[in-house]
């Protein structure tokens, strides 16, 4: 019976794609080369994987309109993580335990098992005494078609952890052992809770992974734990850690004891759209990993999730990056090779010394990457301006203030639309140059500095006549190095 709702609840859904996807399509705001749904709203990746020849990427999706409700689980597979082949909708709500109308299947994880793929995915349902949110199981034979394990839940909070502040489950294995990794909140305080299990179906809770003594939030939503050389990371999305949205911990993980020392902090990204991120391994061993390109109303920045719903969808994936351990134990994020497949019309320049306002040009100036270098040496200004996506009196602008060492994205003048100025602090003492590397797209920019380790990830909602980039020096001159600037091929309309 409840495999028929589920099935019908996902027909309905395909075909209210199947009816609006060529319109949505064409949507003026809609990304040329970062991932998206065919229609409506997408927020957290879930479920990514490479699956039997394939990327699969899984995100929480609602396909009716351009704002989140009723969670399902959109799916598409490819080959390069450019190029995608939307797939039919992987889950739909349908049970008791996950069918609440402000609720649905939320965010977890997939893996394969005994030759199948599992999906680990947390329920939201309300029956009168408040949300509850349980893990649960789905298979799929074929990678595609899925159905929900007849034993659901498998999972409940434990004592102590509020039934609606328990979600996102990530699992890996490990030798003969399955490993969870869960989202919870105890005494107000967030936590990483570790379960295990020799078959995906029964979990014993292991250990608290690591906690919150305040200065991480309340609840960690979208935890995941993987290693990274020798070591172990730790990154989570925490709630009521003000405008911090996507943090790492890096440290020693032991499977004996289930105990995670961790001796250095950090965060992924300083901009105002980079949130919940998932990993996953690629055939050739890289850990990468993605997030959600937007932000929630909760945060204190917020202002709401920008216009695309007045084309019948909103949510994009930030581009995908590589995860890289440094000698210091800081991670870098580096956008995945596979991105300079995209480039075309090449145009270098060996140095470029900058002090009144100058043009560069990158590609069509919408769709775009630029990287440079700035030789800090031959560079004296105060600070170094970069005004991205200017025309029609707006602009972007992102402040290299080398007087007080902050990297600054200001979009209060973007588009008419968006607000807020993301920072963070440069290190730059005994540095000879500071690299910058730029993706430009319709609706974002992703700007990566410090080896990656510094990055803002900001959604824009220019039109396409704002298509210049403006540069100039303050106080002195910049001397840029090494520029690169391309434009991108367009794979994901
Ligand atoms: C994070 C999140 C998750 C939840 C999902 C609901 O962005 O709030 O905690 O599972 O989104 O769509």
């Not at 996807?21 to 490479?50: C, E, S």
């Not at 480039?343 to 440079?372: I, N, P, T």
Request: glycine share 8%; hydrophobic share 35%.
């Amino acid at each position: 019976m409840s495999k028929e709702i589920m099935l019908r609840n996902l027909e309905k859904a395909q075909r209210e794609i199947d009816e609006k996807k060529d319109i949505v399509k064409n949507g003026r705001m809609r990304q040329h080369y970062h991932f998206m749904a065919q229609t409506g709203w997408l927020n957290d990746p879930n479920g990514l994987i490479y699956y039997k020849g394939k990327y699969h990427f899984f995100f929480q999706h609602n396909p009716y309109y351009g704002f989140w409700d009723y969670m399902h689980w959109g799916h598409a597979v490819s080959d390069d993580m450019l190029h995608w082949e939307y797939l039919p909708l992987a889950l739909a709500p349908s049970e008791s335990y996950d069918d609440h109308m402000r609720g649905g299947c939320f965010s977890g994880s997939a893996i394969e098992h005994d030759g199948k793929l599992f999906l680990i995915f947390t329920g939201t349902t309300n029956d009168g005494k408040g949300f509850e949110q349980t893990q649960c199981v789905a298979w799929s034979e074929d990678g595609i078609h899925f159905e929900k394990y007849e034993g659901n839940p498998v999972l409940r909070a434990p004592e102590g952890v509020p039934t609606y502040q328990f979600r996102d489950p990530k699992v890996w294995k490990h030798e003969d052992t399955y490993y969870m990794v869960c989202g919870a909140s105890r005494d107000n305080m967030a936590q990483a809770l570790l379960y295990r299990s020799k078959d995906l179906l029964h979990w014993d809770f292991f250990n608290v992974l690591a906690e919150s003594r305040g200065e991480w939030g309340y609840m960690w939503e979208c935890p995941d734990f993987y290693p990274v050389g020798d070591q172990y990371v730790l990154m989570f999305s925490p709630m009521g850690a003000g405008e911090r949205t996507v943090v790492y911990l890096t440290g020693d993980f032991d499977y004996e004891t289930g105990k995670f020392v961790w001796n250095k902090s950090g965060e992924i990204d300083w901009g105002y759209d980079y949130y919940a991120p998932q990993s996953f391994v690629a055939p050739d061993g890289r850990r990468l990993i993605v997030g959600w390109a937007n932000a929630w109303d909760w945060m204190p920045f917020w202002k709401d999730w920008g216009p695309t719903y007045k084309e019948g969808w909103c949510g994009s994936f930030n581009l995908v990056r590589e995860v890289r351990m440094t000698k210091d134990g800081t991670l870098q994020f580096v956008p995945i090779r596979e991105l300079k497949t995209l480039r075309k019309d090449a145009s270098k320049q060996d140095a470029l010394v900058v002090q009144e306002e100058m043009g560069l040009q990158a590609g069509d100036g919408v769709s775009f990457e630029l990287k440079f270098k700035i030789n800090l040496e031959e560079t004296d200004a105060e600070s170094f301006v970069l005004d991205l996506r200017c025309g029609a009196g707006k602009r972007t602008r992102c402040m290299f203030d080398f007087k007080h060492a902050e990297l600054s994205v200001d979009r209060n003048e973007s588009d008419g639309w968006s607000e807020g100025v993301s920072r963070s602090a440069m290190f730059l003492k005994g540095k000879k140059e500071l690299d910058v590397h730029i993706f430009s797209d319709q609706s974002s920019l992703e700007i990566f500095t410090d080896d990656y380790r510094n990055n803002h990830a900001n959604n824009v909602f220019a039109g396409s006549e704002q298509n210049q980039i403006r540069l100039f020096a303050c106080g002195g001159r910049v001397t840029l190095v090494d520029i690169e600037a391309y434009g991108m091929e367009e794979c994901s309309r």
